[in-house]
């Protein structure tokens, strides 16, 4: 079972050859809004919404990149839409509360495919189904190399396309895309210390249009969700989005309930979200895929982009519509917010009625029960030394961690190319203490590749655990060679003392 998910993951961060990471460490709104699927009138559930402020029931192209709209991300040139649900635990007694997010948003955009395209203005697109409710492929899942090579299967891959990691900073981290349905609660109260994180990939087959009646069939998944083959007609190849949001689970371990996503769904195969193309132009998005292919996926290694501090942009909200004002999807009532009701499946949700929509009333919107002597349990966070940390919203204390570099050298066979996507995990890879990294013998490189970056909570302060691959010389036959081939440390830096 285990060397089935260490071959996983290694395919999937064995062949990228670019990619950068978008951090959107604040959130422009939290509410019933989504222009895509419900397009001018109040959305049947609740998103986290990050990116451009000109967001709103209508929000589109010209409303994200309107001269004075502004992001929420930290390069200034882009305004694009990303939402996803939100994340809700309720209690055995029928009272739910949001689940508090962590770090905000990152939204990474690799290359797998060649020739990659930028997104066209007036770009739209969903991926996941709010209605699904089950998931029934082994688990993990089996080789890629086992996968069909025909990308038929559009619904087979929109659920690989899911993913649910149970952080655990102190042990292995798990696979991008390994689990594609929530833990069991007892399962992350026993193993999840450090909350869960949602995981959302995109598909990158365009047929060439912006949009399509379901928002859904004018892009395709290859046939290994971020690489492979693309469906005939689909020859168009964008980025490989992929959206990762923490939630804080740990919060509620010990406590009687279930997560559930906003839209009624404990199961969490009914995960999505949303992309609105809100780059300041087409060629300047093309441009930036030509020019930004530093093996780090850091924005700060591309020199086009202007990067703006957390605190400006946590700055950036949007005006939440006044029909929303009753809401309060945070606190802690009676239900989901708005009145949504919980559809455990097998079988796909069924439409419910939309408090706010014109033909229910907003009065029909329960009030919240929260009683005074209800304590939300909720972390919380002070700050690290101001001059090496910024604020994200919620009083969020993002400490920026300097990592210490090594590089070993590693036999050629067993060399992986530079890779990219989050957290990839392996039987060998460890936890380690800075300082052993930094007396690691017969070092020769001074730069580390860095495979992602995550966050944890120590403490009281979130810190940026970055994740770096580091190669080791191995002496000894091809089969121990082999099995040392890769080691993917984690350096969690304590708070302040970088
Ligand atoms: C439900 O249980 C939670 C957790 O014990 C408690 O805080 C809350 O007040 C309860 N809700 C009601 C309506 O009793
Ligand atoms: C792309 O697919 C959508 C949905 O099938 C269709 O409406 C649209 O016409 C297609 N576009 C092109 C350029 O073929
Ligand atoms: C990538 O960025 C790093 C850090 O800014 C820089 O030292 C390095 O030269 C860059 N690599 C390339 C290939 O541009
Ligand atoms: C953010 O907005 C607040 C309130 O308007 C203002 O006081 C603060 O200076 C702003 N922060 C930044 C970094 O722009
Ligand atoms: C799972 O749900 C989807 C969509 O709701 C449906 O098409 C599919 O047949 C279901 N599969 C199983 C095995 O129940």
């Not at 029934?136 to 990691?165: I, V």
């Amino acid at each position: 079972m285990r060397s089935q998910a260490t071959i996983t993951a290694l395919a999937l961060v064995s062949s990228a050859s670019a990619f950068w990471r978008m951090p959107c460490r604040s959130q422009t709104g939290v509410g019933r809004l989504d222009p895509i699927m419900d397009s001018g009138e109040v959305s049947d559930h609740v998103h986290t919404i990050h990116g451009g402020n000109g967001f709103g029931f209508e929000a589109d192209f010209d409303s994200l990149t309107a001269p004075g709209s502004c992001t929420s991300c930290e390069v200034t040139q882009d305004h694009s839409a990303y939402w996803t649900p939100t994340m809700h635990f309720m209690y055995s007694n029928g009272t739910s509360v949001m689940v508090q997010q962590i770090g905000g948003m990152l939204a990474y955009y690799l290359y797998y495919l060649d020739d990659v395209k930028a997104f066209p203005e007036g770009f739209q697109m969903v991926a996941g189904n709010k209605n699904t409710r089950n998931f029934t492929g082994p688990f993990p899942d089996t080789e890629l190399s086992s996968w069909p090579t025909d990308p038929s299967d559009q619904f087979f891959l929109q659920q690989r396309a899911l993913g649910f990691n149970c952080l655990n900073y102190k042990k292995d981290p798990e696979a991008s895309l390994y689990r594609h349905q929530f833990p069991t609660k007892d399962y992350m109260d026993d193993n999840c210390a450090d909350g869960l994180r949602l995981e959302l990939a995109f598909p990158s087959c365009s047929n060439g249009s912006t949009d399509s009646l379901d928002h859904k069939s004018h892009m395709k998944y290859p046939s290994l969700v971020k690489e492979g083959n693309c469906p005939e007609g689909y020859d168009v190849h964008h980025p490989f989005l992929f959206y990762e949001t923490i939630w804080a689970t740990n919060a509620f371990a010990g406590e009687d309930g279930e997560f559930m996503l906003s839209m009624g769904d404990p199961t969490g195969t009914g995960y999505h979200g949303d992309f609105i193309m809100g780059w300041e132009s087409e060629d300047f998005l093309q441009n930036a895929l030509d020019t930004c292919q530093n093996e780090s996926g850091d924005i700060q290694d591309c020199p086009l982009f202007d990067i703006q501090g957390d605190d400006v942009a946590a700055n950036c909200t949007f005006s939440m519509p006044s029909v929303l004002d009753q809401d309060d999807v945070k606190s802690p009532r009676s239900g989901l917010p708005v009145a949504i009701p919980v559809q455990n499946g097998p079988g796909p949700a069924t439409q419910y009625p939309v408090a706010g929509r014109e033909s229910v009333p907003t009065s029909s919107i329960p009030s919240t029960t929260a009683s005074a002597s209800f304590s939300l349990p909720t972390l919380s966070y002070t700050r690290a030394e101001p001059h090496e940390t910024s604020t994200a919203l919620g009083g969020i204390v993002v400490n920026k961690v300097s990592i210490a570099s090594t590089k070993t050298t590693l036999p050629p066979a067993a060399k992986f190319a530079p890779s990219s996507v989050p957290t990839p995990s392996s039987s060998e890879s460890q936890y380690v203490a800075p300082s052993s990294i930094t007396e690691a013998p017969s070092a020769t490189g001074p730069e580390p590749d860095i495979l992602a970056t995550s966050y944890m909570t120590n403490g009281n302060t979130v810190v940026e655990l970055v994740i770096q691959e580091v190669d080791v010389t191995v002496t000894a036959t091809p089969s121990a060679a082999a099995k040392h081939r890769r080691h993917a440390y984690k350096h969690g830096h304590a708070a302040g003392r970088f």
